[in-house]
Structures are given as C-alpha cells and as structure tokens.
C-alpha cells in the first residue's frame, strides 16, 4: 500500500471527486482531505492510499494534469520531518 499526496487542490474539491479521478488507475483503498475547520473546504491538499503499481500509473498520468482549473501535484507521500540538511 502506497500513500499518495495530491496537492493544488481547488477549495470546492471534494472526496467522490478525487475517488472518481483516481479509479481509473485502480482502487482507491483511503482518501483524506484537509478540510478547514470553519469552513468545511479543502485546504488544498490530501492523500490518497492505492497499491504500488496502481499509485506509479495514477502519478505518471496526474502530475501537472489540470483539475477544476489547477495543474495539480501529485507524487508518494515523503516522511514527516524528514528534511535534507547539508
């Protein structure tokens, strides 16, 4: 299982419409979006969990791919607070 984060995300943006989005490479086993607190709308971000061949072919095709009139950004999930330092 892979952990997807899909970034540049319209504010309208909902869950049924990234699912449908990402379907057409294969399960979509979670979905999460940030939703602002106040106003219940996507903070423009969120992660998806698919398997590992689905989420490559799902990234290949969706990075850059315009989405409600935002290029979106879409690559696996890093590591929380594992940042590079020289």
């Known amino acids: 299982m ?5 970034g ?3 504010p309208s943006t909902n869950e049924n419409e990234l699912t449908d989005l990402f379907s057409e490479f294969g399960r979509v086993r979670s979905i ?3 939703l ?3 106003s219940n709308q996507c903070k423009g971000f969120g992660f998806i969990e698919m398997e590992g ?3 490559r072919s799902a ?3 969706l990075n850059g791919k315009e989405f409600k009139g935002k290029p979106l950004r879409v ?4 590591p929380k ?3 590079r330092r020289r």
């Open 81 to 83: 607070g594992r940042t």
């Open 32 to 34: 999460k979006l940030a």
């Open 59 to 61: 990234i290949s095709a």
């Open 2 to 6: 892979k952990k997807i984060f899909v």
């Open 36 to 38: 602002d607190v106040f």
């Open 53 to 55: 061949h689905e989420a």
């Open 75 to 78: 690559n696996f999930e890093s």
């Open 8 to 10: 540049n995300l319209s």
